[in-house]
Every structure is written in structure tokens, then in C-alpha cells.
């Protein structure tokens, strides 16, 4: 133990003496998402083994790949996510114009519900802009709906990280920006389940359910593009993109990849953007392609995720 304590006090000692506490005291959350991440796709591919009815809502191979993919993107997550701690602590030590007292109830409600109307915009702005669906599309791509879906996380965070820069702008400690976070993802874990029916209509009005983000995953027209809240509804109460559940939702993309292959999953939107950049003549084609909602056409009015799986071919 006082080995780890020194060599962690040996790494930090290159760091400005303003960012070393910032970071220290991050540590320790930056640590807890990454165990709650690994832990609880450890769980699934445990009851995965174990045999399941069909209502279960469970298939074999999309249930692997899912939990393959939470495996994987606890290592990539923490790729991302230490940048974040580095970039984080340089603002909160050099930019913010004060900083906020961690005692203090405000600041963790500053920090609580900063994180998630930032997950709102990102998660908002990730199905809006294709090259940023691209990095989560591979969270829609199962047509089943359980807590293995859950794990099914996109391997690039770049987009989490920069809409939550205002945090330690703001003066909220790097540590409470990612303890907010590990809360945030606790609370969604639960969400992504058919076994519970809607709740008691109060917490239905202010926080996400399992009913509201069934809404969220489902390709219905009626859906596309709705509850993008993590924690909280009221976001999309307030923003115009609440939709109840009227109905049970058919899952996945508009158009299926057709692939258990969690490389291909990752990817095919990346490639899918690279063959219609190359497609275009002009440079107002190539931008629309890339920075335009999916299913950007030229001269076409957009329509919501009909390029998820394979490009912008109808």
C-alpha cells in the first residue's frame, strides 16, 4: 500500500503544485467508474452463462457483445477519461475564478445536476450530428433491451469530456465532476430494462425510467430521436423532446447491421461518413456528411438516423 501511495505521489510530482491536489483527490472516482464499469459487465457475462427463458429478452450472441463492448470501453474510458482529469484539474487550479467549497450542498448540486444537463446536451447532440453518432450509434445497434444493452458503450468519450468543461470552469472540484458521473452512470444502469412497467407518475414527471428510455431505444417513428435524459426527464420536458411510451418500442437502428462483430459495431459509421466524404463534389456535400444530422442528404430534407447502419443510401 505505501508502495502504490508513493508511486502515486512520484507521478503527480510532475504536475504543477496547483493541479496536484485536484487530481489526488479525483483519483479515487476516476478509480470507482472504472470498477463500476468492469464489475458490472462482469455480472452480465456471469448471467449470461446461465441459462434464460426466451421473455427473458435476452439473445446469446448480441447479450456477448454487448458485454464485450462494456469490457473494452473500460479500457478506453480510462484513456479518455484521464485526460479529462489532467485537463479538469488545469482549470479548476488556473482558470476558474473561484473555486467551490466541496462542503457545501450547492456544490454538490452544481455538480450532480451540471453533470447531467451535460449528458443531456452531449447525448442530444449525438444523435443530431453524425460524426458524433458515430461514436455512440453502437449503444442503439442491439434490437434487445436489457441490462447487457446497458453495457453496450461507445469507446470514444471525447464528446462527454467537453461538455463538461464548464464544471471546473465554474469552479466544481475535478473529484466531484467524476463522482457526479459514477453516480449518473449507477442511476442508468437500471433504466435499461422491460421488466418494470411505469412508475408513480410524480418521479415518472421528474426523473428517466425505464419507460422513458424504452422510448429512447426504440427505431419507432414515433420515437426516433426522444428522452435523451440521463438522470433527470425534466430536460426534455423542458427542451421539447419528451415522448411517453405509447406503445412497446421495436429496438435497434433504422437499419440493422446485421453483425455480432463489436469491431465492425464500433466502426461502420466511421466508414460509412469516409464513403460519402469521397462520394462528394463539392465541400458544402463533404461537411453536410460529416457535421450534418444522420441522414443528411444533399438537397434532401434530413431524416432522423436513416444512415445509422450503411451509410446514406435509402
Known sequence: MQGSVAWVSDALSVLPPQMRDPVLFAIPFFVLLLVLEWVAARKLEQLEDAERPPSGGYHGRDAVASV?????????????????????????????????PSTQWYTWVIAIVGVDLGFYVYHRMAHRVRLVWATHQAHHSSEYFNFATALRQKWNNSGEILVWIPLPLLGVPPWMVFFAFSLNLIYQFWVHTERIDKLWRPFEFIFNTPSHHRVHHGRDPEYLDKNYGGILIIWDRLFGTFQPELFRPHYGLTKPVGTFNIWKLQTHEYVAIARDVRSASRLRDRLGYVFGPPGWLPGAPPQPRVAEAAGTAP
Open 68 to 100: 464485450s463492448m462494456g469490457l473494452v470501453s473500460v479500457a478506453t474510458t480510462a484513456a479518455w477519461k484521464f485526460l479529462a482529469l489532467l485537463g479538469y484539474a488545469a482549470l479548476y487550479a488556473y482558470v476558474a475564478p473561484w473555486q467551490l
